[in-house]
């Protein structure tokens, strides 16, 4: 995927750094747009992935919604161009000053995940003299079939608000007179690379919708949120998922009313690929079972191997201009006084020096925006293609 003029260039800044292929990410978007266009429907981005300027302007200006988690997401989507009439904004702990920030813009949506915040926004919104739209975001006991970590769908999980708890929460949508339900919001993972737990969501959806008509309520919108996996393994063969199957399979198990609008959430899908973080050799360490390659970037830069045992494809983008065969193994770890500051063990390379250059993989999303200072590194930098 790196062009040996790419890799030249690459060479010339100071490591490490995010580099972004915006051609990527280009022709992800409109692929993004043109399937989900074939059904009108509402795709959102996931702010949380990747707040990168340059990445959040170009998926602006491809006409996506912002999907956001913080109050200062709210305002970064805003400040950035996307109109706030195009702002869905979820989490669990949403505080006072998120609420009225987010009330005072107008945004389209507040996905409400527990009986305790309905009451709170509705008083907010009260002090402005405003009646807050909300989508209740439901936890639908759908199992995602992914890391502990990042499976938010299940009944054990923070997120949402259960089945047994419709009654509750109807009963005092009626009474509250400065909130007005618009929707129903489902989000039950991430790096969710079957399409069957997708299909299982949607049967729940249904009922659900169901449910709420039944009680007087025929809402707008229905949200699924996202989740949509991406190849981590081979990213040159799959840069962009399969978003026709994964938008056919909403339309053919949802069933929406008429006038009922789906809407998307989609992060890691959208940006993961066009990203790499870009690291240099400092040392090779040989022991008696594992040579260890010691980079100049770590768990500071990229956290998602250590936190959740991701897995990153990692490259010699130097013995790769040499073509050099694959050879040898390598446990390729940072510098961070962490022994969970590892990229990858036993990892297949070519014979690795000093000074070579190595691209960790699709981590564009969860990647840069979760970078830390911790031992006081320097700030995260990023480059992009042209
Ligand atoms: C994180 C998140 C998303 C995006 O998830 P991806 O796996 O990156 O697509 C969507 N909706 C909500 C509510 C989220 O928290």
């Known amino acids: 995927m ?8 690459l060479a010339n800044y100071k490591t490490p750094f995010y580099y972004y292929d915006l051609k990527v990410l280009h022709n992800t978007l409109d692929e993004v747009v043109k399937q989900s266009q074939k059904y009108n429907y509402h795709v959102h981005y996931a702010f949380k992935a990747n707040s990168n300027k340059k990445i959040i302007e170009l998926i602006c ?14 305002k970064h989507a805003i400040e950035n161009g996307f109109a706030s009439q195009k702002i869905v904004f979820a989490g669990v702990g949403k505080n006072d000053d998120e609420i009225n920030y987010a009330l005072s813009q107008n945004i389209f949506c507040f996905n409400c995940e527990s009986i305790h915040e309905l009451q709170i926004i509705n008083e ?11 989508a209740l975001r439901i936890n ?5 079939h992914t890391h502990q970590y990042i499976t938010t769908g299940l009944e054990e999980n923070k997120f949402g608000i259960n089945p047994y708890e419709f009654d509750t929460v109807i009963n005092l949508i009626k009474q509250l007179s400065h909130i ?5 919001h489902f989000h039950i993972g991430s790096q969710i690379t079957d399409l069957v737990p997708f ?3 949607c049967l729940k959806v249904k009922q659900i919708n169901h449910y709420f008509l039944n009680k007087g309520f025929d809402l707008a919108v229905i949200n699924v949120g996202g989740g949509v996996g991406i190849n981590y393994k081979e990213p040159d063969k799959d840069s962009i998922i399969d978003f026709a199957a994964y938008f056919k399979v909403f339309n053919d198990f949802i069933e929406l009313r008429p006038q009922q609008e789906l809407h998307f959430e989609l992060g890691r899908s959208i940006v993961a690929q066009c990203g790499s973080l870009i690291s240099k050799v400092l040392y090779i360490k040989n022991g008696i079972n594992t040579n260890f390659a010691i980079l100049d970037a770590g768990m500071t830069e990229l956290i998602r191997p250590a936190l959740y045992q991701a897995f990153h494809k990692i490259e010699n983008l130097t013995a790769q201009i040499h073509h050099l065969p694959i050879n040898q193994k390598y446990d390729v770890v940072g510098p961070i006084c962490e022994s969970s500051d590892c990229f990858g063990k036993a990892v297949e390379l070519p014979e690795t020096k000093r000074g070579d250059i190595i691209a960790i993989r699709s981590a564009g999303a969860y990647g840069e925006v979760m970078s830390s200072r911790y031992n006081l590194r320097d700030e995260t930098r990023s480059y992009y293609s042209e």
């Open 180 to 184: 007005q339900l618009i929707g129903l």
């Open 140 to 144: 639908p006991n759908v199992d995602a």
């Open 61 to 74: 200006n491809k006409g996506l919604g912002a999907d956001c988690v913080s109050g200062n997401e709210v």
């Open 2 to 9: 790196f062009s040996e003029n790419t890799i030249k260039q």
């Open 199 to 201: 299909k299982n969501l």
């Open 124 to 134: 907010l919104a009260g002090k402005q003299n405003k009646v807050a739209s909300i």
